[in-house]
């Protein structure tokens, strides 16, 4: 059984209702308490109707329960297996709605805070030649800027719970989907290669690195708070710089696609899981041979959107998987008043790694994804699609 298993419940709901956020924490009780023990924190469905890692993580908490019960649990986990109550509760005539909060447009995974401002201030002229006790410093600061948010509204008190659960964590995964996708993942650019394992054990198929992505999504807010940090701090100093590594490795982790729930896949995406926690020293056993990778790591501003060049009826002429060259067309939309069939090309050569799965577009909307492996765009200005 998890070490607790406890219930969180949101600030600022509308009168007569009650939402909360499950929390199942494993870790060794009592043995080598107080002792630094790796921390990973694993949540899933931030956006609430992206299904597959809601299954993901009620096969990963059966394993974790094994492992518990069989004493091989040697860090903290928290395992938060539905991370959205606001997005669970979302339907419009009968489509779930997840990825937005109806009451008010914003995006769930968007407008996390920026810790850096604070912690800096907290921990300015205190860091000193030692890395671990800088690390665990900064840790500190951090839930104590998190505790002192004063909130105003239940998506960002989601927010406060969720980052309050993460953010000392050294790995953060979180689990989404895209609309039709192969395995990818969205990660840090000094993550990489640090990140190598867990994406290589996922088979993830794309890995997409920025440092500032626009928008500050969850894993960005828990993973950039030790750049950012660290180039608040250092900016103008001169001399000897303290040791501050970027002590938490957080990714996005996309499993597919919407309709891609399943229970083999979820069943071998947690056995992947679960090596990467032994890989990394929380659980203990065998991890085995790491896999290779199956892809490179491309940057987050060489994906090529493909926009829909008009609206109507979309025929995809590639497939997930595909690899194009510029120019290649990779849809038609075809405009129902005319018969015109309007091609849509790639401006980057790739890996085709996201389709949308409506066949019907608007004029302008992204209706597949390129990998490239140069930028097309600027680092921070909305790499990531719809706010
Ligand atoms: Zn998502």
């Known amino acids: 059984m998890p070490l607790t298993t ?38 899933a469905a931030l956006h609430a109707d992206e299904i597959p890692g809601l299954l993901v993580a009620q096969h990963l908490l059966a394993r974790l329960k094994a492992a518990d019960a069989e004493g091989r649990v040697r860090g903290d986990i928290v395992l938060v297996p539905y991370a959205n109550p606001i997005g669970l509760s979302q339907a419009v005539l009968g489509t779930a709605i997840g990825r937005f909060a109806l009451s008010s447009g914003v995006n769930f995974n968007r407008d996390f805070p920026d810790l850096a401002a604070p912690v800096a201030d907290a921990v300015l002229g205190r860091l000193g030649p030692d890395a671990a006790a800088n690390v665990a410093l900064v840790r500190r600061a951090a839930l104590a800027a998190i505790a002192a948010w004063e909130t105003a509204t239940e998506a960002d008190s989601l927010r406060k719970i969720l980052m309050g659960l993460a953010i000392d964590a050294d790995l953060v995964l979180d689990l989404h989907c895209d609309s039709e996708a192969l395995v990818h993942a969205y990660t840090g650019t000094e993550s990489w290669p640090d990140a190598g394992d867990v994406m290589a054990e996922l088979g993830c198929r794309a890995v997409f690195l920025a440092l500032e992505s626009g928008g500050n999504p969850f894993d960005e807010a828990c993973s950039g ?33 919407r309709r891609d ?16 926690l032994t890989r990394r020293g929380l659980l203990a056993g065998d991890a085995g041979v790491l896999p290779a990778p199956a892809c490179q790591a491309t ?18 002429t590639v497939a997930l998987g595909d690899t194009v060259t510029v120019g290649q067309t990779v849809a038609e939309v075809v405009d129902p008043v005319t018969g015109t069939r309007h091609p849509a090309r790639a401006r ?37 699609t719809a706010r």
């Open 299 to 316: 940057p987050l501003a060489g994906v090529d959107r493909v926009r829909a060049p008009a609206a109507g009826a979309v025929l995809y």
């Open 348 to 384: 980057t050569p790739g890996i085709v790694w996201a389709r949308a799965e409506q066949r019907y577009t608007a004029a302008g909307a992204i209706i597949t994804s390129i990998a490239g492996d140069r930028p097309l765009a600027e680092e921070g200005s909305g790499l990531l």
């Open 6 to 43: 406890e219930e969180i419940t949101l600030d600022h709901g509308f009168p007569g209702t009650h939402r909360v956020v499950m929390v199942h924490r494993f870790g060794p009780a009592t043995v080598d308490a107080g002792a630094p023990r790796p921390k990973a924190y694993i949540q």
């Open 225 to 257: 708070l030790w750049w950012r940090l660290r180039n608040r701090l250092t900016a103008g100093l001169s001399g000897t710089v303290p040791p501050l590594p970027a002590a938490c490795l957080a990714t996005t982790i996309e499993l597919r696609g």
């Open 261 to 276: 729930v399943d229970d083999a896949l979820a069943a071998a995406d947690a056995d992947a899981l679960v090596r990467v």
